[in-house]
Nanobody, 127 residues
Framework: QVQLVESGGGLVQAGGSLRLSCAAS????????MGWFRQAPGKERELVAA????????YYADSVKGRFTISRDNAKNTVYLQMNSLKPEDTAVYYC????????????????????WGQGTQVTVSS
């Protein structure tokens, strides 16, 4: 069973930065697409960023392009989300998720595609 544990959330002022980490255990990390999702109160969970096996392909939601960077270290079984120029509308619970896939270049875009989820970490951006 794959376990995902997020860390790095917190309270930050608008314009500030945070780096989220997600450590995986119990599976074959380098065969998973990894994604970061977020869910704000009263809103649906949305995909923020995703990265393929090797890190060679990435996806970003339009709302975070140019501000957030997803990366992974397969040797450490960890995926990161560097968040810069944070805005109050980035306030949400952030979840990492893993999708086992066959092809190294694959990305996954729907929450339904992901089999494993972390418990979430709160990010609050004050204005």
């Amino acid at each position: 069973q794959v376990q995902l544990v997020e860390s790095g959330g917190g309270l930050v002022q608008a314009g500030g930065s945070l780096r989220l980490s997600c450590a995986a255990s119990g599976g074959t990390f380098n065969r998973y697409v990894m994604g970061w999702f977020r869910q704000a109160p009263g809103k649906e969970r949305e995909l923020v960023a995703a990265v393929s096996w090797s890190g060679g392909r990435t996806y970003y939601a339009d709302s975070v392009k140019g501000r957030f960077t997803i990366s992974r270290d397969n040797a450490k079984n960890t995926v990161y989300l560097q968040m810069n120029s944070l805005k109050p509308e980035d306030t949400a619970v952030y979840y990492c998720a893993a999708d086992p896939v066959y092809f190294s270049g694959s990305l996954s875009y729907s929450a339904d595609d992901y089999d494993y989820w972390g418990q979430g970490t709160q990010v609050t951006v004050s204005s």
